[in-house]
């Protein structure tokens, strides 16, 4: 049974950092790009950043990029987004996802696999 299930979100005031957890178990979780996306409700859901299944390439969307670093331990089937400087902005639910690509897609539809999120609040 494949899972994902996230962490570290919650109440922040802007400015500030959160590091975000995605434990997988039921795939071969090295074999898999990973990815972090961020939905605000009534939106699509939104690329955030990316990681290659070896962890030598990572993807993040202008929105975060230098603010954010996403890293992963293939040892512990753990893929993790530090956000930094936060912004009112970056307040969504967060979700990671596994995808089985070469590359690292910025579509929801190319992802296998969802976790079932994370709430982060940004307040200003």
């Known amino acids: 049974q494949v899972q994902l299930v996230e962490s570290g979100g919650g109440l922040v005031q802007a400015g500030g950092s959160l590091r975000l957890s995605c434990v997988a178990s039921?795939?071969?979780?090295?074999?898999?790009?990973m990815a972090w996306f961020r939905q605000v409700s009534g939106n699509e859901r939104e690329f955030v950043g990316g990681?290659?299944?070896?962890?030598?390439?990572?993807s993040y969307a202008d929105s975060v990029k230098g603010r954010s670093t996403i890293s992963r331990d293939n040892a512990k089937n753990t893929v993790y987004l530090q956000m930094n400087s936060l912004k009112p902005e970056d307040t969504a639910v967060y979700f990671c996802?596994?995808?089985?690509?070469?590359?690292?897609?910025?579509?929801?539809?190319?992802?296998?696999?969802w976790g079932q999120g994370t709430q982060v609040t940004v307040s200003s």
């Open positions: 039921g795939f071969t979780f090295s074999r898999y790009v």
């Open positions: 990681i290659s299944s070896s962890g030598g390439v990572r």
């Open positions: 996802a596994a995808g089985s690509n070469f590359a690292i897609p910025t579509h929801g539809f190319q992802y296998s696999y």
